[in-house]
């Protein structure tokens, strides 16, 4: 289920397509996550802020799992120009988000909790 197969971003709604990509990266030996997580994303009909999204996962990821970072995610298209902040919170969450997002995230200007990529 790499990155570009559009059906799994097309078919659903954002969250619950994200959700199954990242537990579908977790299943996998290291020779597939590696291959889940290569191919560019800029063919998927995704918003700019998604988009920022996954590049921020896929780089965490591979520093996480000490995978090698695919050059797509240095693109000038997955940096943010203004702050998107994750499941639109608002007021103090922001603060918290600000503080917590992992770096990968933060140098493209999206914000999240650092459990994020988390799941159970």
Same mark, same amino acid.
């Given at each position: 289920?790499a990155l @570009?197969n559009?059906s799994i971003? *097309?078919?659903?709604p $954002?969250?619950?397509a994200?959700?199954n990509?990242l537990d579908?990266f977790?299943?996998? *030996?290291?020779e597939?996550?590696i291959?889940?997580?290569?191919?560019?994303?800029?063919n998927l009909?995704?918003s +700019?802020?998604h988009?920022a999204?996954l590049?921020? @996962?896929v780089?965490?990821?591979?520093?996480e &799992?000490?995978?090698?970072v695919?050059?797509?995610? $240095?693109?000038?298209? &997955?940096f /943010?120009s203004?702050p &998107?902040?994750a499941?639109g919170? @608002?007021?103090n969450? +922001?603060?918290?988000y600000l503080y =917590?997002?992992? /770096? =990968?995230?933060?140098v493209?200007?999206v914000? @999240?909790?650092?459990?994020a /990529?988390?799941?159970?």
């Amino acid at each position: 289920m790499a990155l @570009t197969n559009t059906s799994i971003f *097309d078919n659903m709604p $954002w969250a619950l397509a994200f959700g199954n990509w990242l537990d579908e990266f977790y299943r996998q *030996d290291r020779e597939s996550q590696i291959a889940l997580i290569s191919s560019d994303i800029h063919n998927l009909s995704l918003s +700019r802020e998604h988009k920022a999204y996954l590049a921020a @996962t896929v780089h965490h990821l591979a520093n996480e &799992y000490k995978l090698p970072v695919p050059e797509w995610v $240095w693109k000038e298209c &997955y940096f /943010l120009s203004s702050p &998107y902040f994750a499941e639109g919170v @608002t007021g103090n969450l +922001r603060l918290v988000y600000l503080y =917590e997002a992992p /770096l =990968e995230f933060k140098v493209r200007m999206v914000f @999240t909790s650092r459990n994020a /990529l988390h799941r159970v």
